[in-house]
């Protein structure tokens, strides 16, 4: 059955402007592709982002938003342990700027790139939050789109992991 939600729609655009401008930007990018991440998750959360348009038009599967969700919350995790607490070293070391060197775009550069260090444990909350919502929205949804039979979130197992990838600090 393909979902034509625009509430859902409405949370999925949400959410990839959100990864796209906050979590994604170009000073983190790099080190989230140090993530030991698999390639599919990568792809499930770069297709739902960057791509609402087509799904809109298209519909989408409660399968297909389920595993976006999995893989976002798998990131998130992965992202809270191995690059919240080591942030600003990681920003550093990547990031080709000198230490004390003057002059108007290195400094500028610096100041953005700390804003970015400084903001990601609050931007990767928020987006918790954002897949969070659409998790709940869609598990509503799904009960009352198979109010006969069993619901999809049911029949997926990996799901019942969804709140210790979430919350995990």
Do not use: C
């Amino acid at each position: 059955m393909s979902i034509k939600n625009p509430d859902i729609f409405k949370s999925l655009e949400s959410i990839g402007d959100h990864f796209n401008k906050n979590i994604s930007n170009r000073f983190i990018r790099k080190i989230l592709l140090q993530l030991d991440i698999p390639h599919a998750d990568w792809d499930k959360l770069e297709n739902i982002t960057s791509k609402s348009d087509y799904y809109k038009i298209q519909g989408i599967q409660f399968d297909e938003i389920y595993e976006f969700i999995l893989a976002a919350a798998r990131f998130i995790y992965k992202a809270r342990v191995n690059i919240i607490p080591n942030i600003r070293g990681m920003l550093s070391i990547g990031s080709g700027l000198q230490r004390g060197a003057k002059g108007g775009s290195g400094d500028q550069e610096r100041i953005l790139r700390d804003m970015a260090a400084q903001n990601f444990p609050v931007n990767l909350g928020v987006f918790s939050d954002m897949v969070n919502e659409l998790y709940l929205k869609t598990t509503n949804l799904d009960r009352q789109e198979n109010a006969k039979k069993k619901p999809v979130y049911e029949r997926i197992p990996e799901l019942k992991d969804i709140g210790r990838y979430l919350v995990t600090p």
